[in-house]
């Protein structure tokens, strides 16, 4: 057994080939490649329409399109008739057993329902008057029926403390 060389290769070299052909121009020989694929062109970007600045005191002025705040009276009136109408049904239950507590629930739905009518009308005028600037019509129209709901039942309260008493 002999041992064999490991760095040695097991075969034999290929032939030498040929130097290659000088060039027929003076320029090396290049193989041809095809160019990249060109990518799609971005969009180009647009900018947005703005209306036209106000001249104010021979100065342009930009007012930036602002998102309308909500109204806080229509807030404030949606939570009184919420609170109106459910103070209402315990005075409506409690009417019918000691007036003393129905005419006392009574005045407080009364009071919130016409804190509720009141702060309605308000905000309408508000909102009417923002053009735009100050949100919540739904809400104010939503605080308004809750408010008529709300001495409507006060009022019949006040009817059953009164018959029972």
Partial sequence: MTAQDPYQPHMQPPPP???PAPPVHGYAPSQYQQPYPMHPMQPVW????VPAPAMVDGYYLFFPKLKPIPSGP???SL????AGVCGA??????AAFNPWAGLTFF???AL?????VGLSAYA????????????GKGVATTGLILGIVALGLAGITGLISLLTA
């Fill in 124 to 135: 309408k005028r508000q909102i009417r008057a923002a053009q735009g600037g100050v949100s």
């Fill in 74 to 76: 229509a807030i404030g």
């Fill in 46 to 49: 647009q900018p947005m329409a």
């Fill in 79 to 82: 939570v009184a008739g919420i």
């Fill in 107 to 109: 005045m407080s739905v």
């Fill in 112 to 116: 919130f329902g016409i804190g509720s």
């Fill in 17 to 19: 080939q040929a130097p």
């Fill in 89 to 94: 049904v315990p005075g409506l239950i409690s």
